[in-house]
């Protein structure tokens, strides 16, 4: 099946560790968005990156990091200075360079800091 | 920051009922999308209205847009317990180039809960 998978599910982070999230897609898809979801609220875009090897900071960027070394792979690492890092991370990809095209979403990670 | 604003923020009908939910927005956009988000899970995109386009339908689906007030709404006919759901309306903006082309920016959301 074509899709976003991300994975784990759920993971539970202690305090000072850093944890990388992952995020695979096989849609052949350029661009890639990690966003980040609190209760009750809308999605916060992290980083994204529209080509293999290139990516920038969202709108909260700090304390965290990506990398995109392969087109079908995105991974996110949450680092020890992400002082509140307890949310649901959700990551999407789209064509890129093509105006009025859908983000398609993975089923999303919670993270919670224990 | 939270381009768009959603209305309200909670919905409660029931079975056969139409339900209609409201998004505000603040720049110029190019589209302006919706999704759905089942408790606990992804977005699933429902329908993308462009800026020169004023209404859209899609099954029981019907999306306005009102660039003029910056202002879209979200209304779904003959509501079933399955679209009990948190609906959201994302933009996209004008002007995009390069890096911001698919670059969306979300609402806060609204849940609506249908009852049987």
């Known amino acids: 099946d074509g899709g976003i998978t991300q994975s784990p599910k759920y993971l539970f982070r202690k305090e000072g560790q850093n944890v990388t999230l992952s995020c695979e897609q096989n849609?052949?898809?350029?661009?890639m968005y990690w966003y980040r979801q609190d209760p009750g609220q809308g999605l916060r875009l992290i980083y994204y990156?529209?080509?293999?090897?290139?990516?920038q900071k969202g709108d909260i960027a700090e304390g965290y990091s990506v990398s995109r070394e392969k087109k079908e792979s995105f991974p996110l690492t949450v680092t020890s200075a992400q002082k509140n890092p307890t949310a649901f991370y959700l990551c999407?990809?789209?064509?890129?360079?093509?105006?009025?095209?859908?983000?398609?979403f993975g089923q999303g990670t919670r993270l919670t800091v224990v | 920051s939270q381009q768009g604003e959603e209305d309200p923020q909670a919905l409660s009908i029931q079975e056969g009922e139409n339900a209609t939910m409201n998004c505000s927005y603040k720049?110029?956009?190019?589209?302006l999308q919706w999704y759905r988000q089942n408790s606990g899970r992804g977005l699933v995109h429902l329908i993308l209205?462009?800026?020169?386009?004023r209404e859209k339908h899609s099954g029981r689906l019907r999306v306005t847009l009102d660039t003029s007030k910056k202002s879209s709404s979200l209304l779904i006919t003959a509501s079933r317990a399955a679209d009990t759901a948190s609906y959201f309306c994302?933009?996209?903006?004008?002007?995009?180039?390069?890096?911001?082309?698919?670059?969306?920016?979300f609402g806060q959301g609204t849940i609506l809960t249908v009852h049987p």
């Open positions: 720049t110029s956009i190019n589209n």
């Open positions: 209205i462009r800026s020169n386009e």
């Open positions: 994302a933009t996209a903006p004008a002007n995009a180039g390069g890096t911001s082309y698919g670059k969306l920016t």
């Open positions: 999407a990809s789209s064509p890129a360079n093509r105006l009025n095209t859908e983000a398609f």
């Open positions: 849609l052949n898809h350029d661009a």
């Open positions: 990156s529209q080509i293999v090897n290139d990516f």
